[in-house]
């Protein structure tokens, strides 16, 4: 039986700004909150990892990934939506990162990146 898989990781350097909806309140220094953050990022590196059997020969590889040969695009922007709970100066928040850009040069192909993140943080 032939098949091959392939997954790509890439680093994205990312700008947002989150908007932020303060829905409930927890005495005088808690709460929860919703956020929408539009972000802009840029792909500073990635791997490109092959694996499976193909023609009768297993393959596993894992190579850098090089955005020209590889036809991926290094911009990409999107929406992310999330929730949170602050206490004092210390918040704990998960999000949901929809990619809206199209990373594949190739006009066969569309590739949209997706994310989800959790953080733990401190206010100054």
């Excluded at 020969?57 to 929730?83: K, Q």
Aim: proline content about 1%; charged content about 25%; hydrophobic content about 40%.
């Amino acid at each position: 039986m032939e098949s091959l898989e392939t997954e790509i990781k890439l680093n994205y350097l990312e700008l947002g700004v989150m908007a932020r909806f303060d829905i409930l309140e927890f005495g005088d220094d808690a709460g929860l909150y919703l956020g929408v953050t539009p972000h802009l990022g840029y792909a500073l590196s990635g791997t490109h990892k092959f694996s499976g059997n193909f023609g009768g020969i297993s393959i596993d590889s894992e190579e850098d990934v090089d955005f020209d040969d590889d036809n991926i695009n290094r911009i990409d922007f999107g929406v992310g939506f999330g929730a949170g709970v602050h206490f004092g100066n210390i918040f704990i928040d998960a999000r949901y990162n929809l990619g809206l850009a199209d990373i594949s040069d190739n006009d066969d192909l569309t590739i949209n990146n997706r994310g989800i993140l959790v953080g733990v943080g401190y206010r100054f």
